[in-house]
T-cell receptor, first 114, second 113 residues
């Protein structure tokens, strides 16, 4: 398996633009997580899905952030409009309840909002 | 009550030294305590994990010590090597939370040659 695949690896955009981050979880995994990593706040859980259903979105900072999981093999995190304070590394992770609680992380998307 | 507090924020040791990272939690419902290792430009990866029914677990040069009464756990890296230089995160989970992990703030470890 190729692991969790995130795209793009790097995104540079201007304030006010819409940004869409993409994630393909490991096949067969039933949990998907979106994390944001910054020096100041560490790893923050934004939202997670179980069987494609959003379970906890309490970490989503504002209405500017939205996440979808239309099927078991794809998820998006959208920021509209983007702001400089959204600059961070965004990680997607997946796991399987039947295989324990180990999370498998993607390589992340480095987002820079100018 | 969901917080996991990790210290120190950074650590520098000489090769062969034993960096020790400490974590404390509050939620007594937590029953799974993993440590993740992250290299620059990569996502975190599971290093080792422990459950509260044991006080210590070793995997290679990495050891977790667990103190249930104090609600604390720690990671020791024995005979540390420059290749161990990374950021380490402790985490915790309770069954009621599904597979959702609560992470500590991270510790940046530098092992000097």
């Amino acid at each position: 398996d190729a692991g969790v695949i995130q795209s793009p690896r790097h995104e540079v955009t201007e304030m006010g633009q819409e940004v869409t981050l993409r994630c393909k979880p490991i096949s067969g995994h039933d949990y998907l997580f979106w994390y944001r990593q910054t020096m100041m706040r560490g790893l923050e859980l934004l939202i997670y899905f179980n069987n494609n259903v959003p379970i906890d979105d309490s970490g989503m900072p504002e209405d500017r952030f939205s996440a979808k999981m239309p099927n078991a093999s794809f998820s998006t995190l959208k920021i509209q409009p983007s702001e400089p304070r959204d600059s961070a590394v965004y990680f997607c992770a997946s796991s399987s309840h039947s295989l324990g609680r180990k999370l498998f992380f993607g390589s992340g998307t480095q987002l820079s909002v100018l | 009550q969901q917080q996991v507090k990790q210290s120190p924020q950074s650590l520098i040791v000489q090769k062969g030294g034993i960096p020790i990272i400490n974590c404390a939690y509050e939620n007594t419902a937590f029953d799974y305590f993993p440590w993740y290792q992250q290299f620059p430009g990569k996502g975190p990866a599971l290093l080792i994990a422990i459950r509260p029914d044991v006080s210590e677990k070793k995997e290679g040069r990495f050891t977790i010590s667990f103190n249930k009464s104090a609600k604390q756990f720690s990671l020791h890296i024995m005979d540390s090597q420059p290749g161990d230089s990374a950021t380490y995160f402790c985490a915790a989970n309770g069954k009621a939370a599904g597979n959702k992990l609560t992470f500590g703030g991270g510790t940046r470890v530098l092992v000097k040659p």
